[in-house]
């Protein structure tokens, strides 16, 4: 009996061992479909690993933003594995803040990574963060109100057609809204979709001396039309909506149109989500006087901040969420259209183009996309629906607010463009530019 107690003690001090010896990531992350069924399929990843454990914070966007700016500009240390985009990674990659995403496992194989995709991630050669996605723009809209009202949708849009495509399908008695577009406040919300909208009428954020252009004609002309557009034929409330909200109502058949991230394509075509699933159309985003930045380029990514004290663990889990055998995993659960999309050549096979009607427009708009230049004229920044500077992101919120309170009719988009003309320029003159 006194053996078998001691085995038995010894069998949970090494179970307790082993307890204190499973290093816990915390993980934060955005509220989108994606990243939820990664920390759905992560069991997969802690079953694997069984000395590694994840803690998830999974957050709004807007909120995620803000909370990981606060976070790793005060090393504040909170998180072992930050989702952020390509502005992120390379203004907080140049800063020292992120850990290189060097030496990763053999079977990751970097190269398969789209090019565009790598460089929009790294700073003077060096990766700081994994793509988990990529993502363009483009148009989605209902085949079968098309067809009624006798309408044919454009390979190559423009904003005009798209606004006598809304007039003619905005059926509001009937819970029918011509078109839905992002309206909720933030840099990285409505100011994602305006700026391309913008970019389409020619405009630009800044000129080449760096000072603002939004009391210029075609930021005017841009300005006008989106809250005109949105305004007439869109949603009530449309002021409050971001692309989950727009998502949701489009797949319960309430848009005619909508033009958002090419990663909705997988979320709209899935009959157990949409309720339109075999009813939706894939095209370009709309252009108007030009081609040139119309369509957006954007990647969520996975990245380790240099106040980690489990760098090599979080290394371990970002590699797996973003490899070909995560790609198998979710092929294998949730069917071959929702391997996330935009970030390999590999996943572009046969087997998914043929599952995926969104792919060949997805793939060509992410060709197409032309980061350092986005507008007709030319700028001296990198970025199509953001400026990748330090201050972009304050300021690109504020001039958020001010479109939304535009959209809400709270002032006249006259009024608003100046404001933003006067706010922007304080603020540039206060980071000293131009520089």
Known sequence: MKAF?????????????????????????????????????????????????LNWVVLEENVLRQRLTTDIATQGGQFDVLTIGMYEASLWGDKGWLAPMKNLPDDYDLDDVFPSVREGLSVDGTLYALPFYAESSMTYYRTDLFEQAGLDMP??????????????????????????????????????????????????WFDEKWQPEFDGPEWTKAANFYVDLLSQYGPPGASSNGFNENLALFNSGKCAMWVDATVAGSFMTDESQSKVADKVGFTFAPQET?????????????????????KDAAKTFTAWATSKAYA????????????????????????????????????????????????????????????????????????????????????????????????????????????
């Open 5 to 53: 107690n001691l085995l038995l003690g010894t069998a949970c001090m090494a179970s307790i061992a082993l307890a204190q010896a499973a290093e816990t990531l915390t993980v934060a992350t955005v509220n989108n479909a994606d990243m939820i069924r990664m920390q759905r399929l992560s069991k997969t990843f802690e079953q694997q690993n069984p000395d590694i454990k």
């Open 155 to 204: 390979e190559h849009p423009t904003w005009s057609q798209m606004a006598e495509f809304a007039e003619k399908l905005h059926k509001p008695g009937e819970d029918q809204y011509g078109i839905c577009l992002r309206g909720k406040a933030g840099w990285g919300e409505n100011m994602a979709l305006v700026t391309t909208v913008a970019n389409a009428f020619g405009a630009r």
């Open 290 to 310: 030009t081609d040139k930045g119309s369509a957006w380029l954007y990647s969520w990514a996975l990245a380790i901040p240099t106040s980690s004290q489990q």
């Open 328 to 435: 198998k995993l979710v092929a294998e659960t949730d069917g071959v259209a929702n391997v996330p999309p935009g970030t390999r050549e590999s996943t572009y096979n046969e087997q998914y183009m043929a599952a995926a009607p969104f792919a060949e427009i997805t793939l060509e708009s992410l060709k197409q996309a032309d980061p350092a230049s986005p507008s007709a004229k030319p700028v001296p920044y990198v970025g199509i629906q953001l400026v990748t500077i330090p201050e972009f992101q304050a300021i690109g919120t504020q001039v958020g607010k001010m479109f939304s309170a535009a959209l809400t009719g709270q002032m006249p988009v006259e009024q608003m463009l100046t404001a933003v003309q006067q706010s922007t320029t304080r603020e540039m003159k206060r980071a000293g530019y131009p520089k």
